[in-house]
Each structure stands twice: as structure tokens, then as C-alpha cells.
């Protein structure tokens, strides 16, 4: 399991960063169910960089709260890169955020199938007027394990994007 310490530290770096950009984050999660947004909001002083966090469980919750279309959905699947980036931009059209990190995927133990197996996780980034990109990662380990390392990796990767 990734180190929380590591994953706190991420964090911290980020704000550090925003803080100095005077930007926001903001946060959009399914399979990760506001884990993200916890670990953000544990770095002290947060409140000054960190906007706000969606968790978007549901298909229906990612079309209502954050526009994510649902003939979308009914193609690609709520595990996918389309969705994931459909959840970062629609994150930021919902927040006065600058960035925004968004995470989906299926953290197991059941819910996989052949194309998308349990630890397929998409993560996307988006940054108005600026980036929007996404990854897949595969993780092995329980929902625990799968999740920590989901949230140590939207992190890592945020923090080597903003030091470009």
C-alpha cells in the first residue's frame, strides 16, 4: 500500500503551488468516493486552494452534477477515458477552480469484466485554457489498496503537470 506520509506530501506540494499561482483545485470521484478530497483537505490551510470535491458515484450523479453526457456514458462506459475527461472538464464548468483531477474506475472486488478488469482506474487532469488529459492505470491489491494508489497516482501526476 502506498505511504499515506507520501501521498499527504503530494498534497501539500500541490497546495504549495496553487497558493503561489493563486489557483483552486477542484475534485470529481467515482470509484474513489471522496477519498481524494479527504486526503487533500488533511493538509493543513487547504481551504485557500482546495474549491471543492464532487463524488459522483452514479452514472445519473456524474449527467446532473457535472454534465457528463449520457449517450457518452452509454457508449464508452463510466470506466473510460471519455468519461474520465468529460468528469475533469465538467468539474471545472461547475467550480470557479483553475484545475481539476478526476478519477474512475472499478476498485473491486466485483464489478470487472474481461475489457475492464477490477483496478482499471482512469484518471483525468484538466487546467482551464490549458491541459486536459487523461491515463489509465491497472492496480492488483484489494478496494483499499486500489483506491490508495489511485489517489497516490491523480496526486504524483497533478503535481510533475504543474512543474512543467
Same mark, same amino acid.
Given at each position: 500500500?502506498?505511504?499515506?506520509?507520501?501521498?499527504?506530501?503530494? !498534497?501539500?506540494?500541490?497546495?504549495?503551488?496553487?497558493?503561489?499561482?493563486?489557483?483552486?483545485?477542484?475534485? $470529481?470521484?467515482?470509484?474513489?468516493?471522496?477519498?481524494? %478530497?479527504?486526503?487533500?483537505?488533511?493538509?493543513?490551510? /487547504?481551504?485557500?486552494?482546495?474549491?471543492?470535491?464532487?463524488?459522483?458515484?452514479?452514472?445519473?450523479?456524474?449527467?446532473?452534477?457535472?454534465?457528463?453526457?449520457? !449517450?457518452?456514458?452509454?457508449?464508452?462506459?463510466?470506466?473510460?477515458?471519455?468519461?474520465?475527461?468529460?468528469?475533469?472538464?465538467?468539474?471545472?464548468?461547475?467550480?470557479?477552480?483553475?484545475?481539476?483531477? $478526476?478519477?474512475?474506475?472499478? /476498485?473491486?472486488?466485483?464489478?470487472?469484466?474481461?475489457?475492464?478488469?477490477?483496478?482499471?482506474?482512469?484518471? $483525468?487532469?484538466?487546467?482551464?485554457?490549458?491541459?486536459?488529459?487523461?491515463?489509465?492505470?491497472?492496480?492488483?491489491?484489494?478496494?483499499?489498496?486500489?483506491?490508495?494508489? %489511485?489517489?497516490?497516482? !491523480?496526486?504524483?501526476?497533478?503535481?510533475?503537470?504543474?512543474?512543467?
Amino acid at each position: 500500500m502506498p505511504q499515506l506520509s507520501q501521498v499527504h506530501r503530494f !498534497a501539500k506540494a500541490i497546495g504549495d503551488k496553487l497558493k503561489q499561482q493563486h489557483l483552486q483545485l477542484v475534485t $470529481a470521484e467515482s470509484c474513489t468516493g471522496g477519498q481524494l %478530497a479527504q486526503t487533500i483537505t488533511s493538509v493543513s490551510g /487547504a481551504s485557500v486552494w482546495f474549491e471543492r470535491g464532487f463524488v459522483t458515484y452514479s452514472n445519473l450523479s456524474k449527467q446532473q452534477i457535472l454534465g457528463v453526457d449520457k !449517450a457518452l456514458l452509454n457508449q464508452y462506459g463510466p470506466v473510460s477515458e471519455k468519461t474520465a475527461l468529460a468528469m475533469a472538464k465538467g468539474a471545472l464548468k461547475q467550480s470557479p477552480a483553475s484545475i481539476s483531477i $478526476a478519477i474512475t474506475g472499478i /476498485a473491486g472486488p466485483g464489478g470487472g469484466s474481461q475489457e475492464t478488469p477490477v483496478g482499471t482506474i482512469w484518471t $483525468a487532469w484538466a487546467r482551464k485554457k490549458s491541459f486536459c488529459q487523461a491515463l489509465c492505470q491497472h492496480y492488483s491489491g484489494d478496494r483499499l489498496i486500489i483506491r490508495y494508489a %489511485a489517489v497516490e497516482f !491523480a496526486l504524483k501526476t497533478l503535481l510533475s503537470l504543474m512543474e512543467k
